[in-house]
């Protein structure tokens, strides 16, 4: 079993700055690729960014790309989401998860473990 606790959402300004966190505990966690997923009122859960356990590889959706950056720091347990250049529309509940494989992150279905969220609100 794999535990996640993701941090760090609140209220920001549009074109400020959040990082979340999203810290493991149990299996080793180095082993498992993490994804960072977000939910907007009345829309489905989708991708936001991966990072895989193997060698590293990062992946982004493509609202995510120049403006976010996902980083893991196996010693911490702890995988990052730093999110810059926030639009209003990055408004979500971000949720973190877990994956034992290492190919097509972008999907949901591929992870085993998921966090509680943390939320994240951008102000116009």
């Known amino acids: 079993q794999v535990q996640l606790v993701e941090s760090g959402g609140g209220l920001v300004q549009a074109g400020g700055s959040l990082r979340l966190s999203c810290a493991a505990s149990?299996?080793?966690?180095?082993?498992?690729?993490t994804g960072w997923f977000r939910q907007a009122p009345g829309k489905e859960r989708e991708f936001v960014a991966a990072?895989?356990?193997?060698?590293?590889?990062?992946d982004y959706a493509d609202s995510a790309k120049g403006r976010f950056t996902i980083s893991r720091d196996n010693a911490k347990n702890t995988v990052y989401l730093q999110m810059n250049s926030l639009k209003p529309e990055d408004t979500a509940v971000y949720y973190c998860?877990?994956?034992?494989?290492?190919?097509?992150?972008?999907?949901?279905?591929?992870?085993?473990?998921w966090g509680q969220g943390t939320q994240v609100t951008v102000s116009s």
């Open positions: 998860a877990a994956s034992s494989v290492v190919t097509l992150l972008a999907y949901s279905s591929r992870y085993q473990y």
């Open positions: 149990g299996r080793t966690f180095s082993s498992y690729s």
């Open positions: 990072i895989s356990w193997s060698v590293g590889n990062t």
